[in-house]
């Protein structure tokens, strides 16, 4: 049996000894967003330390746990903690907590980011639903060993984000009162922010909005045959946009200022979902 798929086994049967809860959805939330996962009811929290093989997060304030429970009558998983490249993970490691839940029954994963904006007509504040991306990190998960009980060695990515799920987010959207945009995605390593000059040039190949996350887990999300849904919250302009520095504190600012409204819209995406 390959090392990976044993490891993966073993996470696994902890998890059902610990909780018999079967989740319908994956929830990956980016910066500033976790707060989704305290309206989580009746809460089952395993620690990242207590998995076997799990990743350990190292990030100060990040609780480091898998929270199982209902949220708007779905059963769900989350994640209280995200592994980054930048942080010195492998793209295993990060990606590995998307097989766990898979494993444990999530047909669907909702994967959330902070993102600076390229595209010129976006504003800070607003969500974009993902329709595509460029993988700027230059890696790929699936690099190595191959598994087949895992998926397919070579992973379509035509319809990496579920255009059903992109509808059905558009019209929550409108109904809840919700600015949003649709683009392209685009992720670097991280974590210096773009210079001007490759905010251009991605402009150039048609990105809408660039940050540090995301795309490796939905390449594995996809290999594994889950629906997947991507939001950015436009947090900044990116560099050169604007003629002024970035900051992370605008980050942190922006994605608090747009909380409320981004948890409604979750909210309301989970109420309709088809499982």
């Not at 059902?16 to 996962?37: C, E, F, K, N, Y």
């Not at 984000?161 to 949003?180: F, I, M, S, T």
């Amino acid at each position: 049996m390959k090392t990976l798929l044993r490891n993966l086994r073993q996470s696994v049967d902890y998890i059902h000894a610990v909780t018999d809860i079967a989740p319908q959805v994956a929830l990956i939330l980016g910066s500033g967003m976790g707060a989704l996962a305290r309206d989580i009811r009746n809460p089952v929290k395993i620690s990242y330390e207590n998995i076997p093989h799990f990743p350990i997060a190292t990030v100060e304030g990040h609780a480091g746990e898998l929270v199982l429970g209902t949220l708007c009558n779905r059963k769900v998983v989350t994640m209280s903690g995200r592994f980054h490249y930048y942080e010195g993970y492998s793209l295993l490691d990060i990606t590995y907590p998307v097989r766990v839940m898979r494993l444990l029954g999530a047909a669907v994963l909702v994967v959330t980011n902070a993102a600076g904006a390229i595209n010129r007509s976006f504003k800070v504040g607003d969500l974009m639903l993902i329709t595509d991306h460029i993988n700027n990190i230059k890696q790929d998960p699936l690099r190595g060993e191959h598994v087949d009980d895992l998926g397919v060695r070579f992973v379509d990515m035509t319809y990496s984000y579920d255009r059903d799920l992109l509808a059905l987010a558009e019209r929550v959207g409108r109904k809840e009162g919700v600015r949003l945009q649709k683009g392209v995605y685009l992720a670097s390593s991280g974590p210096s922010y773009e210079t001007p000059a490759e905010i251009r040039g991605y402009a150039a190949i048609g990105a809408d909005a660039a940050g540090m996350s995301t795309i490796p887990e939905v390449i594995v999300a996809r290999q594994m045959q889950m629906r997947v849904l991507g939001v950015s919250c436009i947090t900044n302009m990116a560099a050169g946009v604007l003629d002024r520095a970035l900051s992370h504190t605008e980050v942190i600012e922006t994605t608090r200022k747009v909380r409320a409204d981004f948890i409604r819209f979750v909210k309301a995406i989970l109420k309709e979902i088809r499982i």
